[in-house]
């Protein structure tokens, strides 16, 4: 029997390095393994590697430069308990990289006639024609020239995408690949000092096949010839697979050889596994050597350098005072003369609208970053459901606003993208406008069934911010509902054992509950206000209403005693509840936005007060035409809310057995107010210690794409409508702040009186009698020579009937048939 002649492992490898290295020699065709093909390309497989030549130094090419030698403390330096992972301790570090092309993103699509301009140029020669269009436009230097200059590259393009995704996934991805990973690069070689005769970039490794051609090749960013380290440069942090593939031929073929992964973001548990994997693979061809494999991190801020051209460039809507129409008011400015801009926008518009749509965009946008310069996470790496406003500032006229929000990382976006950012986005910046708009002894919403013409004021119902105030009142009685069922809630079952009874059953807690804020913690300096907490409680208190459902048993004659004693027995038992889903619960998200919105609405208030701003014609102006009811809910009404929650109320939310006898099932009356607005404005002690570096993320946050807070997977994002150059100075420098007084007494008055929460006004009708002063309802000295007093009276009874909430239950015994 024939058997093929096989040389033993080691010196097959050995005939590899030989290889590697390009020592020739005779050898028979028997000698060398068989060629091994890609089963799906047929492409010959690699036997061995080598370093192609050519490679530039570090110091030359990134610094112009050229040093005498390589110092000792050149590179990032290990981990000193060994681990293969270090990280540099310190604040993040801002790199500027040129993106002069994003300064075009305003630009539409091109028309029949702009087509023909376009290729005019060399209509036969697509690549030839754009060439030319870029020599005029550099010739010239005009915006127009440019335009022409992307539609002809745009023709050139044969995917058949549309001219926006072209735009944004082709034309500005390419460039910030470009552009973002050498600036990445160039400021990792002078942080490091990756200097000398040792170092070079931009080094190449061929992977041949046993005939000596070349089937792959895998650049690393740098190489260091001494230690024999590949390095690769990731400004997020993020490993490709395909990349890592490659490493591991490498690392076989050439055994004398370590690799360095440095990362600009903190590594993801994902990426770190991907780091250990490799080193255990390396470690496993090369026993008895440990840290073949290592990461490095060293937190930057990614800053792109573009100047917007009006005409030109994109600016949105959200958050601009210039831009918002409105009958009687003001002429609806052109969007070349108004808007914002800023990386949170860059972020929303990049994001998919619907979950497949963000998928799509992602595994697009991964394929075409082999230089890991996409923010971290991609496209679907926000959140957007968390995403909360946290700083307003930069007022004034003729400065619009800048803001910053924050959000949380997606944990997995590439499987779960996040998406739906625009339509959260349009939330935050239509609920800013109508609680500025509308005077605040509008805001109230109520359901009631003894009042059913007193819903909510009618120009409030006809506004997003009006609908999820509505929204959460009816969805807080779904919760009451089931936070008093026994065999969901041990405090609910506590509630019912120690309930007063009649005819053998605990009687029904006829209280009303509704949502108000807890003190806010907020800090006014820099020339803004930073909100740092602005949570939220879930009060109660007895109250008795008329209206009985139809054979309804409820309790009667109760004592006030026994009405006190259940109050509290739902204070202790239910509440806690009910508070921890409004602040936690993803379902009260739109009324956490909605509620930081109207914090940063009264702080406008308060500005525009004392001098005005470009929001001067907008406040109090009754007008919230120019922000409606949007789709999907365009066709809301606050009447088919109060019917199904009088259907509620006839038929039950929540059914479960009572041990004591009889089918239960109950509803109650919820509701909303924020007519009490405690804060405190904390000190600036307490705020660079507890929020340590908080003023200078915001900062970034209005430049950076690409902003952690402290390491963590919590993001901030901006934008401004004052930011006319990229990379600029977006704010002045934080000013020294006196010490807040101790008195926690706010000097501020409310804007207005907020109307007593049980008796809600409507439609044109008088406005209700104003509550008692409350002695925590304004915002503490800010620590500047004139105390604010924020929110004072934030949102005139919204939601009063929160505040008319009663909750109650119809109780109906089991008949004969169950």
């Known amino acids: 029997m024939n058997r093929a002649l096989r040389i033993p ?39 061995a590697a080598r370093i192609k030549s050519g490679a530039k130094r570090c110091d030359v090419m990134n610094l112009g430069k050229q040093y005498q030698s390589t110092p000792r403390n050149s590179w990032f330096p290990n981990d000193p308990t060994g681990s293969n992972f270090s990280a540099w301790q310190g604040n993040p570090k801002n790199f500027n990289y040129d993106l002069p092309g994003k300064a075009y993103d305003g630009v539409k699509p091109p028309t029949a006639a702009d087509r023909k301009t376009a290729l005019s140029q060399d209509p036969n020669d697509t690549e030839k024609n754009y060439k030319a269009w870029q020599k005029i436009a550099d010739r010239t230097g005009k915006p127009e020239d440019r335009k022409f200059e992307i539609y002809a590259r745009y023709f050139h393009n044969k995917e058949g995408l549309s001219f926006e995704h072209w ?60 230690t024999k380290e590949f390095n690769e440069f990731k400004s997020n942090s993020e490993l490709t697979n395909k990349q890592l593939a490659k490493d591991r031929k490498i690392a076989r073929f050439m055994p004398d050889h370590r690799f360095r992964f440095s990362g600009g973001k903190p590594f993801s548990q994902t990426q770190r596994k991907k780091i250990d994997n490799l080193n255990r693979y390396v470690n496993r061809l090369r026993p008895g050597q440990t840290n073949q494999v290592r990461g490095n991190q060293r937190l930057y801020n990614p800053i792109p350098q573009t100047k917007p051209i009006r005409e030109y460039s994109d600016y949105q809507r959200w958050f601009a005072p210039g831009c918002q129409g409105g009958q009687g008011r003001m002429q609806l400015a052109a969007a070349s003369s108004c808007g914002t801009r800023g990386p949170l926008n860059d972020r929303i518009n990049g994001s998919g609208k619907t979950l497949e749509e963000a998928k799509r965009i992602q595994a697009d946008a991964r394929r075409l970053d082999p230089r890991g310069t996409l923010p971290r996470g991609g ?61 605040p002894d509008k805001f109230w919403v109520n359901l009631n069934p003894d009042q059913p013409d007193k819903i909510m004021d009618a120009k409030f119902g006809r506004t997003d911010a009006g ?26 079952k506590r509630y019912w054992d120690t309930a ?69 027995s739902v204070r202790a038992n239910i509440v806690a509840l ?142 401004s409508g004052n930011i006319e150059a990229g990379g600029g100075d977006p704010s002045p420098d934080p000013t020294p702040t006196p010490t807040p007084t101790d008195d926690p007494k706010p000097t501020d008055p409310p804007s207005t ?66």
């Open 578 to 719: 009910m508070e921890e889903r409004v602040n936690n619960d993803k379902r009260y998200a739109d009324l956490r936005a909605v509620y930081t919105a109207r914090v940063a609405a009264e702080y406008i208030r308060q500005q525009d007060a004392k001098s005005p701003t470009d929001f001067r014609e907008i406040i109090n102006s009754n007008d919230v035409t120019t922000w409606p009811l949007r789709a999907p809910h365009d066709k809301w009404t606050r009447e088919d809310v109060y019917q199904k929650y009088m259907k509620s109320l006839r038929e039950g939310i929540e059914w479960f057995e009572l041990e004591y006898g009889g089918k239960v099932f109950n509803q109650g009356v919820g509701g909303v107010d924020f007519s009490k607005q405690p804060k405190r404005n904390i000190s600036q002690t307490r705020f660079n210690v507890e929020h340590r570096t908080l003023d200078t993320t915001t900062k970034t946050s209005l430049q950076s794409d690409d902003v952690s807070y402290l390491d963590t997977d919590v993001l901030y994002l901006g934008g």
């Open 500 to 568: 007063p009874r009649q005819n053998g059953l605990p009687c029904f807690p006829g209280v009303r509950f509704w949502a108000e804020p807890k003190t806010a913690e907020v800090r006014e300096q820099d020339g803004g206000i930073y909100i740092l907490d602005a949570p939220l409680k879930v009060s109660a208190e007895w109250l008795d209403i008329e209206w009985e459902a139809p054979g309804s048993t409820e309790c009667k004659g109760l004592t006030e005693a026994q009405k006190k004693s259940m109050e509290a």
């Open 379 to 439: 496209p679907g790496g926000v959140d957007f459901t968390t995403l909360q406003l946290r700083y307003v500032g930069g007022l004034g006229k003729g400065k619009g606003m800048q803001y910053s929000m924050r959000a949380d990382q997606m944990p997995d976006p590439d499987e779960n993208p996040g998406f739906g950012g625009e339509a959260r986005m349009q939330l935050f910046s239509d609920a800013l406008f109508t609680w500025l708009a509308l005077t």
């Open 9 to 47: 492992g080691r010196w097959r490898l050995a005939g590899r390095v030989l290889v590697a290295v390009g020592i020739a020699s005779a050898v028979t065709v028997t000698g060398l393994p068989g060629i091994e093909t890609d089963t799906a390309t047929a492409a010959p497989r690699a036997v």
């Open 167 to 226: 735009f944004e996934h082709r034309f500005i991805r390419n460039q910030t690949n470009n552009h973002k990973g050498s600036a990445f690069e160039r400021q990792l070689v002078r942080d490091f000092r990756l200097i000398g005769p040792d170092w070079l970039c931009e080094v190449t490794v061929e992977l041949i096949d046993a005939k000596g051609n070349v089937v792959e090749t895998r650049r690393y960013d740098a190489y260091n010839q001494k």
């Open 467 to 492: 609908r999820v105030l509505l929204e959460a009142d009816y969805l807080m009685k779904e919760d009451f509902a089931e936070a008093l069922n026994p065999n969901k809630h041990a405090g609910g």
């Open 753 to 818: 009186p907020a109307p007593d929460p049980s008796t809600p006004g409507d439609d044109g009708k008088p406005t209700p009698p104003a509550n008692k002063p409350d002695p925590d309802g304004n915002l503490a000295d800010t620590g500047s020579d004139t105390p604010i007093g924020l929110i004072s009276g934030i949102a005139t009874a919204i939601a009063a009937a929160g505040a008319t909430l009663v909750w109650w239950m119809r109780r109906r015994r089991q008949d004969a048939t169950g």
